[in-house]
Structures are given as C-alpha cells and as structure tokens.
C-alpha cells in the first residue's frame, strides 16, 4: 500500500485530450499492484479484491488458523453441499475477510490499511467460527427441503419448480462470496419460508400460483437487465441490481411466510419501480 493516499481518480492525456481514469489495487496473486480503470464501478470492485489480498498477506498466522478450521468443516459435511459448489474453504476465508473489510474504498494509504489489518487480525478467526456455525444450520436445513420436495410427488409442478428455483439462485457455485456473511445470516428466514410454503401443498391456492408468476416475471426481467449491464461499457448499476434480487427474496417472504416478516418494505410496487429505475437510466436511490 502506498505511503501517501492513492487518489480516487487522477487525469490522464496530453493536452486538450484528457481522460479521467480510476486508479486501484489490483490482486496480482503473490502480490499486489495498481491499475487504472476507465470504470469507477470496475475500479471499486477490484480495488476491495486488491485490499482483500494485501490484507490476506499481511496476516498470514491468522489466515492459516482461519483455513484450518474451515478445512475441517468442509472435510466433515462435503456432502451436504450443493455438488456444484466451488472451493469451499477459500470462499470461507475470503467471504470472512470481505465482513470484517467493510469500506474498502477509502482504504488508499498505508496508515488506513495498517488499522484495517489491525482489525483482521483481530476478527477473524472468530468470524470463521460463527460463519461455520451458520453455514452448518442452512445446509442442513437445504437438505431437508430438497428431500420434501422429492416426498410431494402430489404437488403441483409449478410449485415444485419454483422451489428448487430459489434454492439453485440462494446456492450458487460461489454462494458464500457471492453473497457474504451480512446477507447469509438471512438466510435461515429465507429457508424458514420455504418450509412454511411447502407445509400447505398439495393444497397451495390460486395466491400461491398468481405470485409465484409474478416472482418469475420479476425474475426474466432481472436476468435481462444483467445481461445487459454485462455487455454495457459501465458497472454503474451492479449494486442497484443486488439490491433487487434481495428484494425479491424479501418478497417471497412476504407472500408466502407473512409471519416471518421481511427486512426491508417491498410490494410489487416497489420492485416494479426498481427495474424501471434501471431500465430508464435513473441513478437514483430506490426508496
């Protein structure tokens, strides 16, 4: 990390030809080093992965101790994973210093960094603990569901299809990064719900179908939008894009497990005014 403050954003070019480009730590393996980007979205994700690594490096007692124990829970419920899910143990490692790492972007000096290493070296391992823990309650729970979805050979296939659905979207390859220890802690709600769900089949409702139609329609749009964002020159809008797959999630919550209650308010309403917000180019915060 560099003595003095690495700038936000710096202009590059000669004369009346000026670029404005972002400057971030960059993951270089063993290492790290600094890279301009043209996008500031780009430039923030890869400067939190470049922090994540010097970090990593610089506690390297505390990062072995933290893989250890990692590596005997993964050892010991292998199998109740999804089969498709990638390195177990290093997405429980980087998923505990990405927690206790919050506000990467203004970590751009070596006096920041050292009290944010300060605070890793601290956190850590204990996080490890209680990342374990959790991790143990909701694959558990997964499995429950996934063998009561095989028993309700009676229940309608629309409902069966939905279910397996979510839980391919909650238990990506990558779930433990890709969500984060923050989000995680919800999901036993999220799991809750289903399980209330999947109490009332065969006999579901005309509700159940109408909202599950909903959810899928909200769904396609998403993944359009994505797609979209993933072929565009700029990541401006990724956060805005989590924030309403989570969203739809709450609205599971809400429409199918009422008594759980939801984290944030949400209605069709919301959620329609957030993809319209993308799709119209609005950088406003959805409310």
């Given at each position: 990390m560099p003595e003095t403050e690495l700038p936000q954003s710096i202009e590059v070019g000669e004369g009346?030809?000026?670029?404005?480009?972002?400057?971030?730590?960059?993951?270089?393996?063993?290492s790290v080093s600094v890279k301009l980007f043209a996008d500031e979205e780009i430039a923030r994700e890869v400067h939190a992965g470049g922090v994540l690594k010097l970090a990593m490096l610089s506690s390297v007692q505390q990062r072995n101790m933290l893989r250890?124990?990692?590596?005997?829970?993964?050892?010991?419920?292998?199998?109740?994973?999804p089969v498709n899910t990638g390195d177990l143990v290093e997405q429980c490692v980087e998923a505990c210093y990405a927690y206790v790492l919050t506000n990467t972007h203004t970590i751009r000096d070596r006096?920041?960094?050292?009290?944010a290493a300060a605070e890793v070296k601290s956190q850590v391992v204990g996080l490890g603990d209680r990342l374990i823990s959790l991790l143990e309650r909701i694959i558990v729970v997964r499995l429950t569901i996934k063998n009561r979805l095989s028993a309700l050979s009676s229940a309608p296939e629309y409902l069966l299809s939905d279910v397996n659905s979510q839980l391919d979207r909650l238990f990506t390859p990558r779930f433990i990064v890709?969500?984060?220890?923050e989000r995680l802690g919800e999901f036993p709600r999220y799991l809750s719900a289903i399980e209330l769900r999947l109490a009332k089949a065969p006999f579901m409702g005309p509700k159940?179908?109408?909202?599950?139609?909903?959810l899928a329609n909200y769904s396609v749009q998403l993944e359009k939008l994505k797609n979209e964002l993933a072929a565009g020159p700029t990541m401006s809008s990724a956060p805005r894009l989590a924030e309403i797959?989570?969203?739809?999630?709450?609205?599971?919550?809400?429409?199918?497990?009422?008594?759980?209650?939801?984290?944030?308010?949400?209605?069709p309403t919301r959620i329609e005014k957030a993809l319209s917000a993308i799709k119209g180019g609005s950088k406003g915060i959805i409310h």
């Open positions: 009346n030809i000026k670029l404005l480009r972002y400057p971030s730590l960059v993951d270089a393996g063993a250890k124990h990692c590596d005997r829970f993964v050892r010991q419920n292998a199998l109740k994973f006096q920041s960094f050292e009290r890709e969500t984060g220890i159940d179908k109408s909202d599950s139609e909903l797959r989570w969203m739809l999630e709450e609205f599971r919550v809400s429409a199918f497990a009422q008594s759980l209650k939801t984290k944030i308010p949400v209605s």
